[in-house]
Each structure stands twice: as C-alpha cells, then as structure tokens.
C-alpha cells in the first residue's frame, strides 16, 4: 500500500514538471502571437501587459501588403516536400544497397559519400553558383532544390537501419523469386518506417531552414 502510494506521488510530481515545462516552451510562442494581435502603442507599454486591450489584425494585414509572404510561404513548402520527399527515396535506396548487397569498393564509396557530409556549405557555395548559374538555372525553383535532393547523413542514418534486418528475411524473399525492387518495396521500406519517420522530419526541418541557396538565387 506505501509503495503504491509513494508511486503515485512520484508520478504526480513527475506530470506537475512537465507541465511546467510544457508551459515554459509554449509561453514564448503565446505570447509571439498575443503581441501580434496588439497595436503599436500596446507593444511599447510598460509594464506589458498579456491580454491585448483592443485586439487588431491590421499587424497582418501590413505584413501581407508589404511582401507576398503567403507566396514565400508556398515556395518553401513545394521546395522542402520535395526534398524531404527525394531524401527519403535516395537514402532508403542507397541505404539498402550499402546494407545489404557486396561488390567491389563498396566501403570506399560508402567512405567517399560519408566524407561528404564533413564538408561544410560554405567551402563550395561559390563553385555551386557558378555552377547553377552555367545551368541557367538561377531564380529557379530546380537552382534552389537540386542541391538538396540528397543528404548524405541520411544515406548513413538509413544504412545503419537497414543493417538491422535480418539477412535470412531477404534470402527467405530472393528464394520466393521476388525481385530487388520488390524486396526494397515489401520488406526494406515498412520495416524502416520509424526510420523513415525520424529522416523525414529531420530533412524537411533542414529544408525548411535552408536559407543559402534562396538567398543566392535573387
């Protein structure tokens, strides 16, 4: 009876800090929003105050007549769904491959593509715009996406997935007379959904923020 009831205390305690933690992560936000929705003269008033006293969107509406944000918005959607979307194809595929098939100078390439991926951005930004632009391809949605249809991190993220699954499970498959394709499509992908799921949140968050090339093309 103690011991039930000392868990219940540790798990009531427990749920009272990540409330207030929850709470603490979202007041920023919150009050992003409650300032927007408040005139100038409110936003500048000391002491602050939280509950705005004449609510107004004309905020928004300023915001929207100065630039086409809703098309900004629009761009950077398109251009992360693809890339997240390419990311998560070309790394599962390469990743399978990698994992699960041998030939010749497979640990190099694997190395060569790993070392990519220490190589930062700002070491090449200047020969991959000289580059789009021999391309034509500057101002373009393909000269912002083309450079981020594949993550190198991610084709190691997959790789150690897949090396998980059994190797009996595919031969069990090969046996049966499936294909490669197949086995990739049946077996390779929904065991690696949580994998997947993981890759494709942090790809489109990569993309989201990827303010380089964007900025490049103007």
Request: proline share 5%; charged share 10%.
């Given at each position: ?16 800090v990540?409330?207030l ?7 920023p936000?919150?009050?992003m ?17 939280f ?29 992360s ?11 599962s ?47 373009t949605y ?17 790789r ?6 059994p ?8 046996i ?9 499509t ?11 799921g ?21």
């Amino acid at each position: 009876m103690l011991s039930t009831q000392r868990e219940t205390l540790e798990t009531g305690i427990m749920h009272v800090v990540l409330i207030l933690g929850s709470i603490l992560m979202v007041m920023p936000f919150v009050w992003m929003f409650v300032t927007s929705i408040k005139p100038s003269i409110e936003v500048l008033s000391w002491p602050p105050s939280f509950i705005p006293k004449s609510p107004t969107l004309e905020n928004y509406r300023t915001v929207f007549r100065t630039a086409p944000f809703l098309r900004y918005f629009l761009n950077t959607f398109l251009i992360s769904t693809i890339s997240t979307l390419s990311i998560l194809f070309t790394s599962s595929l390469s990743g399978f491959i990698f994992a699960k098939h041998r030939f010749a100078g497979r640990n190099v390439l694997f190395l060569v593509m790993l070392t990519t991926a220490m190589i930062p951005l700002e070491t090449y930004m200047i020969s991959l715009y000289i580059l789009i632009n021999k391309f034509g391809w500057i101002n373009t949605y393909q000269g912002v996406v083309a450079p981020i249809l594949v993550m190198s991190f991610g084709v190691f993220f997959m790789r150690q997935s897949i090396l998980s699954i059994p190797d009996e499970l595919l031969d069990a498959a090969r046996i049966d007379g499936s294909s490669e394709w197949r086995i990739y499509t049946t077996i390779i992908l929904p065991i690696s959904r949580s994998a997947l799921g993981a890759l494709a949140i942090f790809s489109y968050m990569s993309a989201w923020a990827f303010f380089y090339l964007a900025s490049n093309s103007h």
